[in-house]
C-alpha cells in the first residue's frame, strides 16, 4: 500500500494527461460499476432507443450516465473521508429508516433483476450462439452461470491474487462488450450505413423530444388517416417508458450501495480521492457511452422508422393489436381466426406502423446485420450480450452479498457474503419460470417501482451528506457551492425521471397504478424524513 501510495503522490504532480495515464493503470471499483449497468436494461434501452428515437435520443444515455458520475462521485469522496462506512453513515447523521429503506431496495433490485440477465445469457446462448437449445436446456444454462458467479465470488474473498483476478474478469467482460458492438458499427460505417450529419444532431439535447414522435415519424403518421391521433399518443406514450428504462439503467439503486463496498475492499481511503473520480470517468463513463451509443447507432440505422425493418411476427402484433383495441373494445376476446382476419383489413399504413415501433431484441438487430457482417452477425452479438449478462449476474450477487452482510452487522464477512450473493443466484437459476408471463410482471412492476422512488432518495442522501459537518468533521468540502450545483442538477434529472415513471405507472390501471400512486406519496415524504433527520442530527 505504501507503494501504491508513493505513486498517487507522484502522479498528483503530473498535468491532467499525465494524471489520466498515470490512474489508468490503478482504475478498479469503477469498472465493477461498469459491469453491473452494462447489462440488460442498457442492452434493451439502447435498442428500444433506436428504434422508437433514432438518432435523435444519442444524447439521452450520457446524460444520464454524467449525472450517475456525478452522484457517485459524491457517494466516493463521502466514503473515502469517513472511517465509517456509508450505511451506518447514513443511520447515524440522516434517518435509520432510509438507511435500511436504502439496503432493502438494493436487494429487491438485486434478486429481481438479476434474474433478467440470466433470462438475457440464455436467450444469447441458445438463440445467438446456437448452444443447448433445447427446451430443457435454460436450467443447465443457468446452473452454470450461477455455478460461474458463486465460484469466482467465493475466490475473490481469499484476496490477494485471487481478488484481482475477479476485477481482471469483469474488465474482460465490459471490453469485449464495448469491442463487439464497435466492430458492428465500424462495418456499418464502412459501409454508408450511417446518417452522420443526424448522428451528430442527435448529440445535442432536444427536450421537446420527450413529450412527442420524433420528426421522421411525422409523414408515417400522416399517412395513416383517421388514425393518426392514435399513433401520436402511442409513440409519445411508448416514448416515454423507454426514455425512463433507458435513463434509470444507467445507474441503479444497487450500484450506489455497491460503490462504498469496493472502494473499502481495495483498501482506499483519503489519498485516492482524485484516483476514484478518475476511476468512475475511466471506468464507468467511457465503456458506458461507447457500449451504448454503439447499439443506438446500429439499431437507428437498422430499424428506425422503416416499414422493412426485421422484426418478429409476434411484436408486430403487440403493436397492431393495440391499434385495433382501440376501436375495437371486444377486440382481446376474439377467437385468434377473427383477430386475425382484423390484422389483414388493416390499411397498409397502419401495418407498416407496425413494422416501424414493433420491438426488437438482440437476435432480431443481429439477423438485419447479416447483408453487412454475414453469418458472424449473431455470433458477434451472442457473444457481446453473454458478457453483458455474465459480468452483470455477477455483480448483482456481489452486491447483494455486501447489503445481507451489512445488515448483519458484519459487512464482507465471508459467510454471510455468500448466502446474500447466492440469494440473486437462485432467482436467476429460476429465471425460465421467474422471467415470463404474470411471474414476470408480479415481479418487474413494484420492483421497478421501488428503485424508481428510492434512486432520487439515495442522491438526496448523500447531498445531505457532503454539507453534514457531523458526517465529515474537517473533510467536509471548503467551497461547496458548485459541488452543490452539479448535485442538485443530478438529483433533479433523477426525480423528474422517478416522478414521470411513477406517474406513467399511476395511470396505467391495474397493479402498476396501485403501486404508483404509493410512490408519488412516499417520494417527498421519504425526502421529508431525511430532511427532519439531517436537521436534527447536525443541530445536536
Known sequence: MTDQLDRISEIQQRGFLGRLTGYAKMTGPGWVQAAVTLGGGSLVGALYLGVIGGYQFMWLQPLAMLCGVIMLSAISYVTLSSEERPFVSVKKNISPSLAWGWLIATVVANVVFCSAQFALGTDAAQNNLGVLSKSEAPYLITAVFAAVGLTLLWLSRKGGSASRAIDNVLKALVAVVVLAFMGVVVVLASKGAIAWGALFKGLIPDFSALFKPTATYTEAIAATGESAGFWSKYIAENQRDVIIGAFGSAVGINMTFLLPYSLKG???????????????????????????????????????????????????????????????????????????????????????????????????????????????????????????????????????????????????????????????ALTGFLSPILWSGETKTALVVPAAVIATTLLPIAYFIFILLMNSKKALGPELPKHRGLINVFMIFAAGVATFASVWNLMGKASGGGLGSTIGVIGLIALPLLMLVGLIGFLRSNRA
Open 266 to 424: 481495495k483498501g482506499w481511503g483519503k489519498p485516492h480521492r482524485e484516483l476514484s473520480f478518475f476511476d468512475l470517468a475511466l471506468g464507468l463513463f467511457v465503456p458506458f457511452i461507447l457500449a451504448t451509443s454503439f447499439l443506438v447507432i446500429a439499431t437507428s440505422s437498422q430499424f428506425h422508422a422503416r416499414a422493412d425493418g426485421v422484426h418478429s411476427e409476434t411484436a408486430y402484433r403487440n403493436v397492431i393489436d393495440q391499434r385495433l383495441a382501440n376501436v375495437n373494445d371486444e377486440f382481446d376476446s376474439l377467437p385468434d381466426e377473427a383477430k386475425q382476419e382484423l390484422r389483414e383489413t388493416l390499411p397498409q399504413a397502419d401495418k407498416d406502423m407496425g413494422v416501424m415501433l414493433a420491438k426488437r431484441n438482440a437476435r432480431d438487430l443481429a439477423s438485419s446485420l447479416e447483408p453487412f457482417l454475414g453469418k458472424s452477425s449473431q455470433l458477434i452479438f451472442g457473444v457481446g450480450v453473454l458478457a453483458m449478462a455474465l459480468s452483470t449476474m455477477i455483480v448483482h450477487m456481489m452486491m447483494n452479498g455486501y447489503a445481507i452482510s451489512e445488515a448483519f452487522g458484519r459487512p464482507g464477512e465471508k459467510g454471510i457474503f455468500m448466502i446474500g450473493a447466492a440469494m440473486p
